[in-house]
């Protein structure tokens, strides 16, 4: 027994295995004990004697397995070594140790190669949590701890900075801290923060804050972002990581749950990328001040995929989500509302007022109840925003997305206004044409955030990816310093270009050969001598080596 206790002090998920009835279930097991004390004598079954058992294992989060289960996943442990389960399993009454063979079979997901992150279950007070953003303010990081150690297999995986998020309780992922720096106390006793100029004066020079286990300062963490989540996530945006957390344990009170964000919360995860000052100020934009946006940059610099992960941020359902795309023939008719020719049977063609996609979007929000300040964001995306002749597709909504609480009589309806809750994002290719171009009294109307091609965007990409071009980010730095001096910064070749999982030199070419030259060759048109000059031997020549 000693084995198993100090397996569970360890912070190490210690697992108990019951058949009978056939069926199988498997519990966690938080203490091993040879002596019952009075508190928990009162959850003993009353068909057991106290005095009959030999120890008493406190038991949670009990999941029903498949019965061949144990069989294709352990072996048992005996004195004469590794011994197949279906011969212990015959020995009614019996208890014996268990190896999981395969850690590949913990549980019942495939191991991700995302980024590995921390479910933390802590009671942190939002003053608590208030005075941590203030110290963020003023010394650039808070730090705190917990009563746990990181476990030894994930050690390695934890590669500052990652995310931990904060269960405030009913599996509500309330909030997200980008952790810089982790240490640990090296034995059970504690230790005081290692950076005791950002920690709370409560926590100051504290190895443990009371008696139990539970208030022992093991590990410490040093945050330097501390963001909100408007939705709060849950447990099912993530898959637990094989070998270091099940399901039911990614949300408990004396360990860290290990877990990735699933595949579809990743493709959403703008946060990966970009930097987290320039979201925040995207967020306060739309959010606030300014519920019209526009994302501009070259080709390439992932301005749709970041305004639909930014709406699907905001907004509580895909349906709340509307996508159109501007182009030199759309029409006022197709945005807001128009006549449009239809045909009636014996009647022939008649004109009837038909609503565009603005007009839809807010009789869907009045139908549903969802009009006013308090009520839940509707977005509707607009890619290419540019493309469009803005003035004669707008029309009076020049005047509205102003003044958002007066209402203005339409071509062909009654008084209109703009709700509170209807947020606009829009994209504009600056190699299209420049926003400096945008009629200004539109380009007043629209807070402009900038995306640029960015290194530092790939080489987080490829940090959990493969890529055989070893000096891709110094080509690619080296392409769009060219572009600059030739043109300017809105004819550049941005990073989601690159962004291919296994990137090699085939895949390279056939990039630069159909999508990146034929750019160039659009950005000097009518100039065919200075786009010679462009290669793709120049920027990645085989055979260079750099540090990625």
């Not at 410490?220 to 039911?248: H, M, Q, Y």
């Not at 606030?288 to 359902?317: F, N």
């Not at 994209?427 to 629209?446: G, P, Q, V």
Request: proline letters at 6%; hydrophobic letters at 40%.
């Amino acid at each position: 027994m000693k084995e198993l206790t100090d397996q569970i002090g360890r912070g190490t998920d210690t697992f108990v295995f019951l058949q009978g009835g056939g069926a199988l279930w498997r519990a966690n097991l938080h203490e091993v004990a040879s002596v019952l004390n009075s508190t928990d004598s009162q959850s003993i079954p009353s068909y057991y004697s106290p005095k009959d058992c030999a120890a008493f294992l406190r038991l949670s989060n009990f999941e029903r397995l498949p019965t061949d289960w144990l069989n294709r996943n352990a072996v048992g442990l005996t004195r004469g070594g590794p011994t197949p389960i279906a011969n212990l399993l015959a020995s009614q009454g019996t208890l014996f140790y268990v190896q999981l063979a395969s850690e590949g079979n913990i549980v019942e997901v495939a191991e991700s190669n995302g980024p590995l992150c921390l479910i933390g279950s802590g009671r942190m007070t939002p003053a608590q949590l208030e005075e941590a953003a203030k110290l963020i303010d003023t010394t650039g990081s808070w730090s705190h701890w917990w009563s746990f150690a990181i476990k030894p297999k994930a050690v390695n995986r934890l590669k500052p900075p990652f995310d931990l998020y904060l269960n405030t309780g009913g599996d509500r992922l309330e909030y997200r801290f980008r952790v810089d720096a982790l240490t640990e106390s090296p034995d059970a006793d504690g230790m005081t923060s290692p950076w005791p100029n950002s920690t709370l004066s409560a926590f100051q020079d504290k190895t443990r804050v009371g008696a139990k286990r539970s208030e022992v300062c093991r590990t410490w963490i040093r945050v330097g972002v501390i963001e909100r989540l408007n939705p709060p996530l849950s447990t099912k945006n993530f898959d637990p990581v094989v070998g270091l957390s099940t399901r039911a344990t990614l949300l408990h009170q004396t360990t860290f749950g290990y877990a990735v964000k699933n595949a579809v919360d990743q493709e959403n995860r703008v946060d990966l990328y970009l930097d987290p000052l320039l979201i925040d100020q995207i967020l306060a934009a739309v959010l606030g001040s300014s519920p019209q946006i526009v994302l501009a940059g070259p080709p390439g610099t992932s301005k749709t995929w970041v305004a639909k992960a930014i709406a699907k941020r905001i907004t509580d359902s895909p349906s709340a989500v509307r996508m159109v795309q501007f182009h030199p023939n759309y029409t006022y008719e197709a945005f807001v509302e128009g006549l449009k020719p239809v045909a009636k049977d014996g009647a022939g063609i008649q004109f009837e007022l038909t609503p565009g996609v603005l007009i839809e979007t807010v009789r869907d929000m009045e139908a549903n109840g969802h009009i006013g300040p308090d009520a839940p964001v509707y977005v509707i995306l607009i890619d290419e925003m540019n493309r469009a002749n803005l003035a004669r597709v707008f029309g009076e909504l020049m005047y509205l997305f102003e003044y958002r609480d007066e209402k203005l009589r339409l071509q062909y309806s009654d008084s209109f206004s703009l709700p509170p809750n209807l947020k606009f994002i829009a994209t504009m290719n600056t190699a299209d044409r420049s926003i400096r171009s945008i009629d200004i009294a539109l380009r007043r109307r629209f807070d402009v955030f900038e995306l640029s091609p960015d290194h530092e965007i790939l080489e987080k990409y490829f940090a959990t990816r493969s890529c055989e071009i070893l000096n891709l980010i110094s080509g690619f730095k080296k392409l769009n310093e060219d572009l600059k001096t030739q043109l300017d910064r809105h004819h550049c070749i941005g990073h989601a270009f690159f962004m291919r999982d296994g990137l090699d030199r085939g895949l390279l070419q056939g990039l630069w050969d159909r999508k990146i030259f034929p750019l160039i060759e659009e950005y000097f048109f009518d100039q065919p001598d200075i786009a010679g000059q462009f290669s793709i031997e120049k920027y990645w020549p085989v055979g260079a080596s750099d540090s990625h």
